[in-house]
């Protein structure tokens, strides 16, 4: 048959590959959709949204660091949608949703550009659309903002590297540096994409051994070099000034070992291969990786084999990709060992998928390398070799259908698991609890500030898991005052409940019928325990002869005033103070207030009943 002739058998046979990858991308594109619908906002998301609420868009809040991450475009796509949607979760999940279509689309036009065209093609890149490693970055929004995007620039500069050494343009010089600066835009180790680069380069272009692709790979493409070093250097003068550092020593050697078992055992190879198929919960945040000792040993060998299936097929070019592969992943390893061990977090740091959802595009492009070849960028470069062992159709065919559908079912069943666990929201309940509350909550209803539950918003992200932020998107939100005659409190659930005080109350008064007498004087009513110097809620409950005005203090603390109302009331007021005793201080003689009941402690629901 002439060479005219198969043109058309040829493309015909491309189309379908074409077809069946975005019937692949579809299928990946909607099921990461319906495992994030199952969730919502989640842990760092309501801090994340509550900067963009309480602050004016602008270059002080956009430089601003997150957890001491720079992401000035990441907090402006969180502040124009807040601005639209507020708690509304339908932006978050579109945007998550458009995010991952784009990443996917390019992934699949990077194989393209680099790979040797046919059917195995769809094997990477059934790898990085379902791998359960990148699960968190489709369904969590303050994972995603980070992650999509450096996961996005990086397949952009890779494929741009790619096209500059094929052509010389220095049109792809600029998208290169672009492709970087996009990332950095939104995730301060969108860095790494730089080294990525380099070893994309290196390990799969550069002819030689290893000093000679070294220095080939340094010599003939030192353009690519410059542009990205200038680029570092400039982005990482500017973080370092801004950062606090990250940097800690690991606890011990066995702490140290322990992760790196974790990170290969428990998440990387497992996810390679579709798993890790049994996750453990983590609150309101995703799940980490759990698979049974069985399921670690079978990941390891499905792996090893893979890897030994490309070795003999490709040879010592299915070794660079490896090479690549362990390379970049030994980067990730010492930059998040360096920053998690030796932290409240080391013992599952190597459990977290998303610490390594960067990790899974080199992945997809290493077995893409090792299974498929690489296209020749040009005569000079490192020839790409045919496969060491031709396959013939009749086996080809079903090993690659076989494995496929062996990867998507492990996938599959990951997928699944991960969905259950996302789908528990404890800051979706309270949420929906509170603002249920608000709306059936008489007019006048008052809160004092207090922290959210530790499970819709952790500690460690104080201030901002304090009431007053968490509900500040809220258009209706709760009032928060300093004292009140009555007052409504969030408990654990987030129903609205009467408040009450827990702590230290008043002992009995000396006169009878009346307990403390106060009337144009200071009296000394005594606790029956000390109380620490820190802000306190005070309860005073009260009967007033005529309104008059009064003042409060714990021990020696902040003189508190407030008004007192004829009749029998309670007054909650909040001060700083510590001590055992409360001195309440009435200047009108003729008031005439009695008081028999002060608690100074926290604030809680009442005692139902």
């Not at 220095?170 to 950095?184: A, E, I």
């Not at 066995?254 to 798993?275: C, K, S």
Request: charged share 15%; net charge positive.
């Amino acid at each position: 048959m002439s060479p005219t002739e198969d043109r058309p058998t040829r493309t015909v046979q491309v189309d379908v590959v074409t077809a069946v990858a975005v019937a692949l991308i579809v299928v990946s594109v909607v099921a990461r959709a319906l495992i994030a619908r199952r969730g919502y906002l989640s842990y760092d998301d309501f801090p994340l949204i509550s900067m963009a609420e309480e602050k004016a868009l602008g270059p002080d809040y956009l430089f601003d660091l997150f957890n001491n991450h720079l992401m000035p475009a990441g907090h402006l796509v969180t502040w124009l949608t807040n601005a639209i949607g507020g708690f509304s979760y339908g932006p978050y999940l579109g945007l998550l949703v458009v995010a991952q279509a784009a990443v996917s689309i390019a992934f699949y036009r990077l194989l393209r550009l680099i790979l040797v065209p046919g059917w195995p093609l769809l094997v990477p890149l059934a790898v990085f659309l379902f791998s359960p490693l990148t699960l968190e970055a489709s369904s969590w929004w303050a994972v995603g903002i980070n992650m999509l995007p450096m996961q996005l620039a990086m397949i952009l500069a890779v494929g741009a590297q790619v096209k500059y050494m094929r052509t010389r343009a220095g049109k792809h010089l600029v998208t290169l540096g672009l492709s970087v600066l996009l990332g950095l835009l939104f995730f301060e180790k969108a860095i790494l994409t730089v080294a990525l680069v380099f070893l994309f380069t290196l390990f799969l272009y550069a002819p030689g051994g290893p000093v000679r692709a070294v220095v080939q790979t340094i010599r003939r493409w030192w353009q690519s070099w410059a542009v990205l070093t200038a680029i570092s250097l400039i982005f990482l003068a500017f973080y370092l000034i801004r950062s606090t550092s990250s940097l800690r020593r690991p606890a011990s050697v066995d702490e140290v070992i322990t992760f790196v078992v974790q990170m290969f055992g428990h998440t990387l190879l497992p996810g390679i291969a579709g798993g890790p198929w049994s996750w453990l919960g983590a609150g309101d945040g995703a799940p980490i990786t759990a698979p049974s000792v069985a399921a670690r040993w079978i990941a390891l060998g499905v792996v090893a084999l893979f890897v030994a299936f490309t070795v003999w097929l490709r040879g010592f070019d299915a070794v660079r990709a490896w090479l690549l592969l362990l390379s970049y992943t030994a980067i990730v390893a010492g930059l998040l060992g360096a920053t998690r061990l030796g932290s409240v977090y080391s013992g599952v740091a190597g459990a977290v998928p998303r610490y390594l959802a960067d990790v899974a595009v080199v992945a997809a492009i290493a077995v893409g390398a090792a299974l498929c070849g690489l296209r020749q960028i040009d005569a000079v470069a490192k020839p790409v070799s045919p496969p060491r062992v031709v396959l013939s159709a009749r086996l080809a065919v079903p090993l690659l259908a076989g494995g496929l559908a062996a990867f998507l079912v492990s996938a599959g069943i990951s997928g699944v698991g991960f969905g259950d666990a996302w789908a528990v929201k404890q800051g979706r309940d309270y949420l929906a609890n509170a603002r249920a509350g608000l709306e059936a909550a008489p007019a006048g209803t008052v809160f004092m500030d207090q922290t959210v539950p530790d499970g819709v918003v952790g500690r460690l992200s104080a201030p901002y898991n304090r009431q007053s932020k968490f509900f500040a998107p809220l258009a209706d939100g709760p009032e928060f005052v300093t004292q009140a005659r009555q007052l409504a409190v969030f408990d654990e659930a987030g129903n609205v409940r009467p408040a009450w005080v827990r702590g230290s109350r008043s002992r009995p008064g000396p006169r009878s019928g009346c307990g403390y007498h106060v009337a144009g004087s200071t009296v000394r009513i005594p606790l029956d325990s000390k109380v620490d110097e820190y802000w306190h809620v005070v309860r005073i409950a009260y009967i007033a002869r005529s309104d008059t005005a009064a003042t409060a203090r714990i021990g020696d603390g902040l003189i508190v005033p407030f008004d007192v109302h004829r009749g029998l009331n309670a007054v909650f007021l909040l001060a700083h103070g510590g001590g055992s005793a409360v001195e309440v201080t009435v200047f009108d003689r003729t008031a005439s207030v009695c008081t028999d009941e002060v608690l100074v402690g926290d604030i809680v629901p009442a005692p139902a009943g």
